[in-house]
């Protein structure tokens, strides 16, 4: 069963306007989640990670992401949008007790324009 | 820190080639690497979990006998596609975690543009 899902395939946004790509979990217990950035022809890069404590975490290049067990969310959030951050985002969950391995969502496209 | 190489980038042969696809962690000893498939526009597939010294843990469905994995040292994982065919054309992506902690993030090589004619 699917553990993690992005429900949008692409988001589009505006240079200089905010910006959320969605993910949602279904795992039980506490999950680690984590987000990561596909750029063409690259492999993945790592942007930020929940573990445990606040639930609005800090990653690189600006972005955030907060976590909500209640809504069972872990949207990712950039205050300003840059057109370089045009890339394929990744959710992913780690559910506990499950070794090292990631179940990854199947990705959502942001395009920033200028 | 934690860079992963790895290498080729991109590879176009003959059908029924072997190829090897290797994945180096450079700056941190990695006793789990992990192996996955990317076709376009779609998700990552987890094709199988390399520990060092052990014997892979592949995914259901993924041919062992196809994709053969090596992990002999706590910095070089390698994945042998063995007979290759058009159908195996695909990105290939390898990423590694440190060895303590599953809390710690994967990290990516750069991935393989597998291409067979």
């Known amino acids: 069963a699917q553990s993690v899902a992005q429900p949008e395939d692409q988001v589009n946004v505006a240079e200089g306007n905010p910006l959320t790509v969605k993910c949602t979990y279904s795992?039980?217990?506490?999950?680690?989640l984590f987000w990561y950035v596909q750029y063409p022809n690259r492999g993945l890069q790592f942007l930020l990670k929940y573990i445990t404590g606040d639930n609005l975490v800090k990653g690189s290049y600006g972005f955030e992401a907060e976590f909500n067990k209640s809504q069972t969310s872990f949207h990712l959030k950039k205050p300003s949008a840059l057109v370089s951050d045009s890339a394929l985002y990744f959710c992913?969950?780690?559910?506990?007790?499950?070794?090292?391995?990631?179940?990854f969502g199947k990705g959502t496209s942001l395009l920033v324009t200028p | 820190g934690a860079v992963v190489s790895q290498h080729p980038s991109w590879v176009i042969c003959k059908s029924g080639t072997s190829v090897k696809i290797e994945c180096r962690s450079l700056?941190?000893?990695?006793?789990?690497m992990f192996w996955y498939r990317q076709f376009p526009k779609q998700s990552l597939m987890l094709m199988a979990t390399s520990n060092e010294g052990s014997k892979a843990t592949y995914e259901q469905g993924v041919e062992k006998d196809k994709f053969l994995i090596n992990h002999a040292s706590l910095t070089l994982s390698t994945l042998t596609v063995t007979s290759a065919h058009p159908e195996d054309s695909s990105f290939y992506i390898c990423?590694?975690?440190?060895?303590?902690?599953?809390?710690?993030?994967?990290?990516f090589g750069d991935g393989t543009r597998l291409s067979i004619l």
């Open positions: 990423s590694a975690t440190r060895a303590a902690g599953s809390n710690q993030p994967q990290h």
């Open positions: 992913a969950v780690r559910p506990p007790n499950s070794g090292y391995a990631l179940n």
């Open positions: 700056d941190f000893q990695a006793t789990t």
């Open positions: 795992v039980s217990g506490n999950p680690y």
